[in-house]
């Protein structure tokens, strides 16, 4: 999950982007806060994760760039989305290297695809490789793979099991494509037999030709037997009682 922060000293304004990010938390899998003042936030941030900032370069009781800086100082991989109606700042932001811009002068519609666009180029740019995208329902999903306990296929339809529960999403496709795509990116994922693709962080062994994934038991086919006992012996296992 991705933790992203929301400061400006104007409230009102807080909560419509903090409510407009978070119309895509299911979407993007992330976690959305928002703050009034750089204390606050900095109190946050100095014990707890945190990735994209949305900040406010006028705060009341600091330079947002200077904020931004510590930040940058606790977290460097993190991205900094400043909001500004002041172009004489334009410049000065330039210099402090942010990864985007929102002006306040935008309508509420404008301002809702500027959130939709830099969310989702800054989720992009901090893990390129764990996100898995996917369509369900007319709408784009992008998932962590590390938090998916497996693909499965039932007919044409590929289900993603994810460790926070909840009803599956599913997309159309193959599983043989899928297993190609993932497998070169994410090393812990084994296939198991012809409709299940499995993320190894989460299953366990149980006997020779089965693992267990939650309160399910899987068998392993014959055809995936001897990769399996390959994987078997380089990777750690949970080990169940039959």
């Known amino acids: 999950m991705f933790v992203v922060l929301v400061c400006d000293d104007n409230a009102p304004y807080t909560a419509m982007l903090v409510k407009m990010l978070s119309n895509y938390a299911d979407i993007y899998d992330i976690e959305v806060k928002g703050y009034q003042n750089g204390i606050d936030l900095m109190d946050y941030c100095r014990s707890n994760k945190f990735d994209i900032v949305y900040m406010d370069v006028e705060l009341k009781e600091t330079n947002g ?12 991989q993190s991205l900094i989305i400043y909001i500004s109606d002041y172009d004489d700042y334009f410049a000065e932001m ?30 992009k740019r901090i893990n ?40 599956s999403k ?28 499995v993320n190894m962080r989460w299953a366990g062994l149980l006997g020779n030709n089965q693992i267990r994934l939650g309160n399910k038991v899987i068998k392993v086919s014959r055809k995936y037997q001897e990769e399996f006992n390959r994987r078997k012996k380089m990777s750690r296992w949970r080990v169940y009682a039959n």
């Open 65 to 76: 760039m200077i904020l931004a800086g510590e930040l940058k100082k606790i977290n460097p």
């Open 94 to 123: 330039v210099n402090a290297e942010p990864f985007s811009f929102i002006s306040k002068e935008l309508s509420i519609a404008e301002l809702e695809k500027r959130i939709e666009k830099t969310l989702k180029a800054a989720i």
């Open 128 to 167: 390129p490789q764990d996100l898995w995208t996917f369509e369900f329902n007319k709408m784009e999903y992008n998932v962590s793979l590390e938090s998916v306990k497996c693909f499965r296929s039932v007919a044409r339809k590929i289900y993603i099991d994810e460790v926070t529960g909840g009803a």
């Open 170 to 197: 599913y997309f159309y496709g193959k599983l043989d494509e899928i297993e190609k795509a993932i497998i070169s990116i994410d090393d812990q994922y084994i296939r198991i037999n012809k409709s299940y693709f």
